[in-house]
């Protein structure tokens, strides 16, 4: 027998347990994300890479290379 679930009144760190260990349940998942878009204190990333970002990154990666004694 399956049992159920009431996502909306589950607390928010057993409700990520569930959904983290039932991957395939998008209607937890759902549930789950709006949550975290409703609550207060969440700290959200607005994702994305600049260009600045790349060159930083292309920057630092060079500097490593250079810095690495050749292995040979």
């Known amino acids: 027998m399956t049992q159920k679930f009431d996502f909306q009144t589950m607390p928010r760190r057993e409700l990520r347990a569930y959904v983290l260990s039932h991957r395939d349940d998008e209607h937890a998942l759902r549930i789950y ?10 700290i959200r990333h607005q994702g994305g890479v600049t260009t600045d970002d790349l060159a930083q990154l ?3 990666l060079q500097n490593s ?3 690495t004694p050749d292995a040979r």
């Open 33 to 42: 994300m709006d949550r975290l878009k409703s609550e207060s204190g969440i």
């Open 58 to 60: 292309e920057q630092l």
């Open 65 to 67: 290379v250079n810095q």
